[in-house]
């Protein structure tokens, strides 16, 4: 059994191909769902006769509870064991899937999928910190790379698995597949993962800073969503007034604590402010785009659902293909120039995406049409998030560049959300646009070069302030991305936390560092 001892594994082993197995299992249910979900939505529409409001929320009901506790779930992780956390996130994730696969209306839906979120944001950081906690310290590095390819793989497959089960057994499976896999998920780690802890970690969970942030993005979600419907109403000016409260509030609480969530100490870096900056415009964009591309490609050029999920795979391939020759690129010649560059590009990819109407579901309307629009989009991409998360990580001190990673993945989940609520108001959709051909086709004509837009702002703010990052005194204690092939369409990929500088694989748990994950004693 010295093979299954936490922090002994070797890659090579039956256990460690194991615990690769069971994590990328893992954290692929949560990864597929948060982006196949799009390519079902026309169908999920039609089959509840529902506006598009409810679309909306069955995609922001399940990024509200993920990006408002994926750094609380870390931290349980930390306190409470690793596998123990991991396994209840697969049950969690799995039980709330088969609610959402037999939901007989939109309200049960979208309250499963709120549910599903939360079982996401328990699974998803510890998938990777089982991965970090169990393998020896000489294979840790090819272990997180492993699962970084094998999750980018699922990936770029699952809008095209996605939009098969839509046109196929029907939009119900997309969740209902979930149940298969949780099943093999589940008696593997069981059996063959070791179980770690964070002896260190100690004092409260910041749930009030969680619960706060969750409440006010739930709010101003809200108050967008319910707009183009209800108008300038009392229930949605207040909504929105009080999702701002709560913001400033959430803000004033994480300053206080002992313990936050958010330590404010680690926005001290410019850079790394400045950063997130950029990945706020840069998730948004990506959000509100596969939303309504999604729904562009069905509604008024015409393609099916597997049709529609097919066309966007040039990006998620792209990004698999090279996402790791632009992260050492970005190495060699700094951030700036591909934070700056990479915008531009995906925004002039956008741009194209105006070309797609009726006829772009032919053979000849797709290559002329839509793969250069998806093609372009990728490229941009592929320059940008490699050298963005290695920026973050270079930007804070080594102890703490999870902290950061974490920080930055739930700032690009949140800014995703917003994009999906803020976009269909701002391009004038009412609430049954997407039935209408005409009338969506114009108003997504509107939202484009909105993304587009946002997309250019970040690229400005990459250029006037991004700076390449001075070397540290010792080189080999810089913190650097491992999850180099991870795509990252809806966030930037979760890096583990760095190794230690003294390994001690006889305790488990000694390789944390001093710096407590965000949500434990100790975290400011």
Known sequence: MS????????????????????????????????????VALPRIGKDFGTDLAALQWTVNAYMLTLAGLILLGGALGDRYGRRRVFVVGVVWFA????????????????????????????????????????????????????????GGVGAAIGPFVGGWLVDGPGWRWVFLLNVPVAAVCLPVALRHVPESRDPDAQGR???????????????????????????????????????????????????????????????????????????????AALGGYFFLSAIQLQVVAGYSALGAGTALLPTTVLMLLFSASSGELGQRIG?????????????????????????????????TDVLPAVGVIGVGLVTVVAPLTATVLASVDTARAGLASGINNAAARAAGLIAVAALPLLAGMGPEAYRNADEFAVTFRRAMPMCAGLLVLGAVIAWATVRKPAAAPDEKRKARPE??????????????????????????????????????????
């Open 95 to 150: 039980t709330a899937s088969v609610m959402c696969g037999i939901a007989p209306n939109a309200v049960v839906l979208i309250a499963a999928r709120a549910l599903q979120g939360i079982g996401g944001a328990l699974l998803t950081p510890g998938s990777l910190a089982l991965i970090q906690a169990s393998f020896h310290p000489d294979d840790r590095a090819r272990a997180v790379g492993l699962w970084s390819g094998l």
């Open 3 to 38: 093979d299954a001892e936490t922090g002994a594994i070797r890659v090579a082993s039956p256990t460690g191909r194991w615990v690769i197995l069971t994590t990328v299992l893992g954290s692929s249910m949560a990864l597929l769902d948060s982006t196949v979900i799009n």
């Open 205 to 283: 969970f910041d749930v009030l800073g969680a619960v706060l942030g969750a409440i006010a993005l739930a709010l101003v979600t809200y108050a967008l969503i319910e707009a183009p419907g209800q108008g300038a109403s009392g229930v949605v000016i207040g909504a929105a007034v009080a999702g701002i409260v709560l913001g400033a509030v959430f803000v004033q609480v994480e300053r206080r604590r002992a313990d936050p969530m958010v330590p404010p100490s680690v926005f001290a870096s410019r850079q790394f402010t400045v950063v997130n900056i950029i990945t706020l415009c840069v998730y």
């Open 483 to 524: 999850c180099t092939v991870h795509c990252g369409v809806v966030a930037p990929p979760l890096e583990p936390e760095p190794e230690p500088e003294h390994e001690d694989v006889e305790t488990p748990g000694a390789n944390r560092p001093s710096e407590r994950r965000p949500g434990t004693a100790g975290a400011d």
């Open 335 to 367: 951030p700036r120039i591909p934070l700056t560059v990479g915008p531009l590009v995906a925004a002039a990819g956008m741009l194209l995406m105006l070309r797609v109407g009726p006829g772009s579901n032919s053979v000849s309307g797709y290559f």
